[in-house]
């Protein structure tokens, strides 16, 4: 059985630095393309970051930008989320995807949601 299991999440206050771990089951994750993607309340889901295959490329989007890193320990089958200077606007569950065939990162930005494995979550919540 496929498997994302995210964690790491919690409550930080602003300025603050969390690590978003997701460990993956049930396949080798590291044949594939990963990202993050994030929910705030009451909006849509907004992609944040994205890593090919090897870890040799990344992508990320302007609210992660200087302040968010995703890397990947393939022998350890797991993606990572640095993710520095917090802002309570970063308040969201974060979502760990995996292309189910491709191995760049646009696999992951361009496919529909429905073709990627989801983990459940974690709640990041950053205090003013």
């Given at each position: 059985?496929?498997?994302?299991?995210?964690?790491?999440?919690?409550?930080v206050?602003?300025?603050?630095?969390?690590?978003?771990?997701?460990?993956?089951?049930?396949?080798?994750?590291?044949?594939?393309?990963?990202?993050?993607?994030?929910q705030?309340?009451?909006?849509?889901?907004?992609?944040?970051?994205a890593?090919?295959?090897?870890?040799?490329?990344?992508?990320d989007?302007?609210?992660?930008?200087?302040?968010?890193?995703?890397?990947?320990?393939?022998?350890?089958n797991?993606?990572?989320?640095?993710?520095?200077?917090?802002?309570?606007?970063?308040?969201?569950?974060?979502?760990c995807?995996?292309?189910?065939?491709g191995?760049?990162f646009g696999?992951i930005?361009?496919?529909?949601?429905?073709?990627?494995?989801?983990?459940?979550?974690?709640?990041?919540?950053?205090?003013?």
């Open positions: 059985q496929v498997r994302l299991v995210e964690s790491g999440g919690g409550l206050q602003a300025g603050d630095s969390l690590q978003l771990s997701c460990a993956a089951s049930g396949f080798t994750l590291s044949h594939y393309a990963a990202g993050w993607v994030r705030a309340p009451g909006k849509d889901r907004e992609f944040v970051a890593i090919n295959w090897s870890g040799h490329s990344t992508y989007t302007d609210s992660a930008k200087g302040r968010f890193t995703i890397s990947r320990d393939n022998a350890k797991t993606v990572y989320l640095q993710m520095n200077s917090l802002k309570p606007e970063d308040t969201a569950v974060y979502y995807a995996a292309s189910r065939d191995q760049t696999s930005v361009r496919a529909p949601p429905a073709n990627l494995n989801w983990g459940q979550g974690t709640q990041v919540t950053v205090s003013s």
